[in-house]
């Protein structure tokens, strides 16, 4: 089930981190840790783990990982067709920064924060409470979701 799947990645994997956490998966990158205490993780967090490590994807160890062959994002995001989808309940609802789930605000609180176009265009917004990044369902919003539908629906 889409709702608890979660995945932990490889630092190199930042991007497919960025749209797995637009689609709404729980998508962890630990900086500067060593691969054993990332497949620690995995177990103790039910992580699935993503690399392009040959090595680490070899490992003897006891682990859900998947091995990222492309090095595009687009092609990495096709190799988890099998176990990635579109839920529109889901999408955007993660900052793509830090992985927090984002929670809706009153423009009120953050008028001062964004571009006054911005609030005359737009009614719903979004905030990370760890990191602050504000979000909300612009051009971006469209572009992204019309690519998650082309790569995920064919």
């Known amino acids: 089930m889409q709702k608890n799947k ?12 960025k749209w797995l956490r ?5 998508s962890a990158v630990y900086k500067c840790i060593s691969s054993k205490k990332k497949i620690y993780l995995c177990e103790k967090e039910h992580r699935i783990f993503l690399t392009r490590s040959k ?18 994002s687009d092609e990495q ?3 988890l067709l099998n176990i990635i989808k579109l839920d529109n309940e889901l999408i955007f609802t993660r900052c793509t920064k830090c992985n927090y789930i984002l929670k809706d605000i009153d423009v009120k609180s953050i008028e001062n924060l964004i ?16 990191c602050g990044s ?3 369902h612009g051009s971006h919003y469209v572009a992204m979701k019309d690519k998650l539908n082309n790569l995920l629906t064919t």
């Open 22 to 26: 637009i689609l709404g998966y729980d």
């Open 55 to 72: 090595k680490i994807a070899s490992r003897k160890e006891q682990f859900l990982r998947i091995l990222i062959k492309s090095e595009k």
């Open 77 to 79: 995001i096709m190799e």
């Open 134 to 136: 504000i979000y909300w």
């Open 6 to 17: 979660k995945f932990l990645l490889d630092e190199n994997l930042g991007k497919l981190a």
């Open 115 to 130: 571009p006054r176009d911005i609030i005359d265009n737009f009614s719903e917004f979004k905030i990370c409470r760890k």
